[in-house]
């Protein structure tokens, strides 16, 4: 490890003076990736240089040891004791530093919910997720777009409640895949229905996909696999409401797939909204098949992305959600419903981390 980080420090030196290069100030696309590298490597070079000079303290102090002084013995002792665990903190966090990057950081994502089990609660709880994860994005500084929804109205006990059979949003902002990549799987709830007259606990479920969104160049959708129709838009009245065919539905014969996005005036602003979730899905399913390869030789890490897999339950009665993944438990689910995911996804992250330096380590 120390190896490559001396390998790295040499080549940021090299960045600092490729940054001075006129040829390289005077190319925009050439200055910007050069520019963002030297972001990335100095924040683990600077890490590595305040790691050498506790190294070498520690290597002074433990030369005091042998001092025939007892007084500066005494005090060599309790320096070593102070720098060996901030070294090993130190390596720890230089090992995070340099775990292989994940491809789809620092990418826009979109969010998938839809019910499941559970009937009209199942849309109900797509909704409550769905509102969950808007919170969430608020507390992060995320940016939140609604890409196409089915709503549907359940009649309950006194009044109307709206839920979700479907939902899907785009996110946007810097850490938007680190925040939300351990959330695709089978969200299961326990609760009381709002539509419920009897007070009896029910358990329903919903599905949740993170899919990050492809660049433009590395998902060609061919037009034979695609049915476009437009047609007018419905909802509250209004200027541009039903009065052009402003709506678009897309359907992805190969898979099925069929989206509808109506929010804009415009129906090629429409188009183009609603062709981003066929090119995220065609995407996941490379990934997926490239995931299964890799796979089959490794272990398998916390959660596989598959919305198969049920990864959590929430538990309105008792006040607690649970991650089966990860085997974690917070009696604060009034906390986590309002967007207050911190904890458990730093929880999820740190434990990823772990299983792979563990992985590393056994190469």
């Keep these: 490890m120390f190896d490559k980080l001396d390998a790295l420090e040499r080549r940021l030196e090299m960045i ?17 990736e050069i ?25 002074d102090a433990k030369e005091m040891l042998s001092e025939t002084d007892a007084e500066l013995r005494e005090m060599a002792k309790a320096e070593v004791s102070v720098l060996q665990p901030k070294i090993e903190q130190g390596t720890k966090d230089l090992q995070l530093m340099l775990l292989p990057k994940d491809p789809n950081e620092g990418r826009p994502l979109l969010l998938e919910i839809r019910a499941g089990t559970g009937g009209d609660e199942a849309a109900l709880f797509a909704a409550d997720l769905f509102r969950m994860y808007c919170r969430f994005s608020e507390r992060n500084g995320l940016k ?3 890409l196409s929804s089915s709503l549907i109205s359940v009649g309950g006990t006194g009044k109307t409640h709206q839920g979700f059979k ?36 029910h358990t329903s479920a919903a599905t949740v996909a993170v899919l990050p969104e492809p660049d433009a160049i590395e998902v060609k959708l061919p037009a034979k696999d ?30 099925g797939l069929i989206v509808q996005c109506q929010d804009e005036k415009s129906q090629l602003k429409n188009k ?21 390869k890799e796979a089959a030789n490794r272990k398998a890490q916390v959660g596989t992305g598959d919305r198969s897999e049920r990864i959590r339950t929430y538990n ?7 991650d ?40």
Aim: negative net charge; hydrophobic residues 40%; aromatic residues 4%.
């Design 272 to 292: 183009a909204k609603a062709m981003r979730v066929p090119k995220a899905r065609l995407l996941e399913r490379q990934r997926s098949e490239q995931h299964e």
């Design 166 to 201: 479907e939902v899907i949003a785009a996110i946007r902002g810097a850490k938007a895949y680190n925040l939300f990549q351990f959330e695709s799987g089978v969200h299961r709830v326990q609760r009381v229905p709002q539509t419920e007259s009897q007070g009896r606990i």
């Design 226 to 255: 695609l049915r476009i129709d437009t047609m007018r838009a419905g909802g509250p009245g209004g200027q541009s409401v039903n009065t052009t065919d402003s709506a678009v539905r897309i359907v992805h014969i190969p898979t």
């Design 324 to 363: 089966h993944r990860i085997g974690l438990t917070l009696y604060k689910l009034d906390a986590l419903i309002e967007g207050d995911l911190t904890e458990m996804v730093e929880t999820l992250l740190r434990e990823h981390q772990a299983e792979m330096l563990a992985s590393l380590e056994e190469l």
């Design 35 to 59: 520019s963002q590298e030297h972001r990335q490597l100095d924040v683990i070079v600077s890490a590595w240089l305040s790691h050498k000079a506790l190294m070498a303290e520690l290597e």
């Design 316 to 322: 309105f009665p008792q006040n607690r959600c649970t």
């Design 144 to 146: 939140i777009e609604m």
């Design 16 to 32: 600092n003076g490729q940054l001075m290069d006129p040829e390289v100030t005077s190319n925009s696309v050439r200055l910007r």
